[in-house]
């Protein structure tokens, strides 16, 4: 048994059991994850667990795994951050996804009017820490007008030094991230946003792949939905999918729902990156986790057909997915490894925004969040600092 250190509390201990228990990186079978006052302690054989611990069987064939992070959560449970930028809907939107398996998020805003983005800035401090929420992911307004998918156009703004005033804020915000077109910013601005700490993505850019190389030296750290909102990848001009292929060093968000990219396309991406540099997101919106067909993004009526989200001008609106939809598409449509689907939806995420120690891997030390799957990878239940959920 992997112990862990003797200086908490010796109250609230307790053991999930599972015949099959994926730690981050391997399979444990007949394994128990032992935890006390949220953290876990270490995982062991059934037959080491102490006998006046409280103990959790699984279900004969159930899956017990880190929980899911989702970098990129525009809503659900019929909340929409750019309607509600305040920190009770942040939080509520994390509550929504958490009976899909996702024990903690980014609430993601689009392009939207400064007031607004400000808004969600300021929620974010008081939000970040609860509830599973880990920051915020401001998805523009710094993109690109060429590429602006549902975004609106009057809202894209060309960034200037002087933004980096109130971007600075977002520093204050837990893990947050910043979506933005990396061929229109000013020198200097992208190396002194990420000296704050806050993670830079590209996404919804035309960047070639030299400009998204010399990003990557100024502290690009990531793509955003890749293969969306992006120029594709052909071989005398690679751009942003071919950097993010041939560089280890960026994360690749992918939408695996089936619709936003071809899952022959995503197979490639893993096979180029590996799960290591693969991250699972939802691009979720207001309809998961609610009973939606329609619903209003900045004055567009978004409606929901055979699962696709989709603008009355026929341009997809985010994404009718959760985390564990994501994960099960990745091993049914994209044929991956189920340990690679369940590490791009954990541990891939958590490193990324520099939790790998905390998060997205059951080992000594880290929170007791996780989630219990059938065979089919559908969620039975889910804890969050070792504690059990209850969905309703």
């Not at 933005?180 to 830079?200: H, K, Q, Y």
């Not at 026929?314 to 564990?324: N, V, Y």
């Amino acid at each position: 048994m992997q112990q862990g250190q003797d200086t908490v509390a010796c109250h609230g201990h307790h053991a999930v059991l599972g015949h099959r228990v994926f730690d981050g990186r391997r399979w444990h079978d007949n394994a128990a994850v032992l935890m006390r006052d949220g953290r876990i302690l270490g995982l062991a054989a059934w037959g080491e667990v102490p006998n006046d611990w409280p103990q959790r069987r699984l279900p004969d064939g159930a899956l017990l795994a880190p929980g899911f992070i989702d970098l990129q959560v525009n809503g659900g449970g019929g909340i929409l951050l750019n309607d509600s930028p305040t920190a009770e809907g942040m939080r509520a939107i994390a509550r929504a996804h958490r009976r899909y398996g996702t024990t903690a998020c980014l609430p993601t805003m689009i392009t939207d009017s400064r007031q607004q983005t400000q808004a969600a800035v300021a929620a974010a401090r008081k939000a970040a820490g609860s509830d599973g929420v880990l920051g915020l992911h401001l998805e523009g307004p710094f993109i690109s007008p060429a590429r602006p998918g549902i975004h609106r156009a009057d809202h894209i703004a060309v960034p200037h030094l002087s933004d980096l005033d109130w971007l600075a804020d977002l520093a204050g915000a837990g893990r947050s991230l910043v979506t933005l077109a990396p061929e229109r910013l000013p020198d200097g601005f992208l190396s002194r946003l990420a000296a704050t700490g806050i993670r830079v993505s590209a996404g919804h850019s035309e960047a070639t792949a030299e400009v998204v190389m010399r990003a990557l030296g100024d502290g690009l750290a990531g793509i955003t939905h890749l293969f969306n909102a992006m120029p594709p990848f052909a071989g005398r001009e690679p751009g942003i999918v071919g950097a993010a292929f041939a560089e280890q060093g960026l994360t690749a968000g992918i939408i695996v729902d089936g619709i936003h990219v071809d899952p022959i396309a995503v197979r490639a991406a893993f096979a180029a990156k590996g799960a290591d540099g693969m991250a699972l997101v939802t691009d979720a919106m207001p309809s998961v986790g609610a009973r939606l067909n329609q619903f209003q993004l900045m004055g567009r009526t978004i409606s929901l057909h055979k699962g696709r989200l989709t603008a009355p001008d026929g341009t997809l609106a985010g994404a009718h997915l959760d985390m564990a939809s994501a994960v099960r598409n990745a091993v049914r449509l994209a044929k991956l490894p189920l340990d690679d689907a369940l590490r791009a939806a954990s541990l891939t995420p958590a490193r990324f925004l520099g939790l790998e120690r905390e998060r997205g891997a059951l080992i000594c030390d880290a929170r007791g969040d996780m989630v219990a799957l059938t065979p089919d990878l559908d969620v039975i239940r889910t804890w969050v600092e070792g504690e059990e959920q209850c969905h309703v």
